[in-house]
Antibody
Framework: EAQVVESGGDLVFPGESLRLSCSVS????????VTWVRQAPGKGLEWVSS???????YYADSVKGRFTISRVNSMNTVFLQMNSLRLDDTAVYYC???????????????WGKGTTVTVS | EIVLTQSPGTLSLSPGERATLSCRAS???????LAWYQQRPGQAPRLLIS???NRATDVPDRFSGSGSGTDFTLTISRLEPEDFAVYFC?????????FGGGTKVEMK
């Protein structure tokens, strides 16, 4: 069974940095794109960043230049390095697997439970 | 950026009733690259529909999606108690990927 587990969320001050991890299992990780989606308290879903199987990266304008997504296939893990954190980065951050092989982004069929980032 | 507007914001229905949720895009969605997700309180989103009308694995057939261009619909034919949740649409044809604001289906 495919699984995704996020970790690394914490309470930080504005301007600080944090690195989130997304560990996956149950599917050929190196063949699939992975994405980060966040949800601010009581709000909707917001796409943050995606990384293709070949490590091509994409970012929302709201995080471009501050966040960096990367993957280490040997570890079955995707990272989200978040620098210069702002109050409006406060959210639950979900990691999710793209549902279709070969696509850099698509719908997302396997989600983790999320990790909470609080900037205050 | 493609803005997705979901309506209504809240749908108050009883178990057994039919739910019709709308997702309207500010511009045409490439190749019907539109998905629907269900999110129950305290849980992660769950993929229901991809490509506007293709049900994901293990999704009951009471859920169906339709539409193209700028207008899409999610229909739940007969609401079960576990279907009361928030539903989001998402387009993945154009960057940035965007989600609608959600429709809450609540029990009347």
């Amino acid at each position: 069974e495919a699984q995704v587990v996020e970790s690394g969320g914490d309470l930080v001050f504005p301007g600080e940095s944090l690195r989130l991890s997304c560990s996956v299992s149950g599917f050929p990780f190196s063949s699939y794109a992975v994405t980060w989606v966040r949800q601010a308290p009581g709000k909707g879903l917001e796409w943050v960043s995606s990384i293709s199987a070949s490590a091509i990266t994409y970012y929302a304008d709201s995080v471009k230049g501050r966040f960096t997504i990367s993957r280490v296939n040997s570890m079955n893990t995707v990272f989200l390095q978040m620098n210069s954190l702002r109050l409006d980065d406060t959210a639950v951050y979900y990691c999710a697997k793209v549902s279709r092989l070969g696509f850099h982004y698509y719908s997302f069929d396997v989600w983790g439970k999320g990790t909470t980032v609080t900037v205050s | 950026e493609i803005v997705l507007t979901q309506s209504p914001g809240t749908l108050s229905l009883s178990p057994g009733e039919r739910a019709t949720l709308s997702c309207r895009a500010s511009q045409s969605v490439t190749k019907t690259y539109l998905a629907w997700y269900q999110q129950r309180p305290g849980q992660a989103p769950r993929l229901l529909i991809s490509d506007a009308s293709n049900r994901a694995t293990d999704v009951p057939d009471r859920f169906s999606g339709s539409g193209s261009g700028t207008d899409f619909t999610l229909t739940i034919s007969r609401l079960e108690p576990e279907d009361f949740a928030v539903y989001f649409c998402q387009q993945y044809g154009t960057l940035p990927l965007t989600f609608g604001g959600g429709t809450k289906v609540e029990m009347k």
